[in-house]
């Protein structure tokens, strides 16, 4: 599915999406095209794209293309799912101790559009951060690499 998506390639292109989507909840799906779990949590992003068009712009971003994003977001583990609204980095309590990024796939579509909603609505109000409605039983679960350094 993650044909039907628009791509970035170049940090060029990620800064230009960063830069003048407006009004909407930007969506980065940082990952591999060729990762079952990517390609699970693509098709999740295609379907649910149409219906948040009017609150979310979604695109994927190849993690080994960008490696200057991949750093400085901390993604180690793929797929991982960053916001940003009007140029913001959105960040989303999980009940985790990495607010900056979702990691992994959500579990359902409904996980995904109940997100976007509370992003946009935050966003809007003004919120850097908010907290998520997903269910914690339904956010995966990782161990954070530079823990107890």
Do not use: W
């Not at 960063?18 to 990762?35: C, P």
């Not at 979702?102 to 976007?116: A, M, P, R, W, Y």
């Amino acid at each position: 599915m993650s044909f039907l998506l628009p791509k970035l390639t170049c940090k060029r292109e990620v800064d230009q999406a960063i830069k003048s989507v407006a009004e909407k909840v930007l969506v980065l799906r940082f990952g591999r095209d060729n990762d079952a779990v990517c390609l699970q949590l693509d098709d999740i992003l295609a379907k649910t794209a149409h219906d948040l068009s009017k609150m979310a712009v979604i695109y994927l971003v190849d993690a080994n293309k960008v490696p200057v994003y991949t750093q400085y977001f901390d993604i180690s583990y793929i797929p991982s799912t960053v916001f940003f609204f009007n140029g913001q980095h959105m960040k989303v309590d999980y009940g985790s101790p990495d607010h900056t990024k979702f990691v992994g796939s959500f579990k359902t579509k409904q996980d995904f559009i109940d997100l976007i909603e509370v992003i946009y609505r935050g966003a809007m109000r003004g919120k850097l951060i908010v907290r998520s409605p997903i269910d914690p039983n339904n956010v995966p679960k990782y161990d954070l690499l530079y823990q107890g350094i």
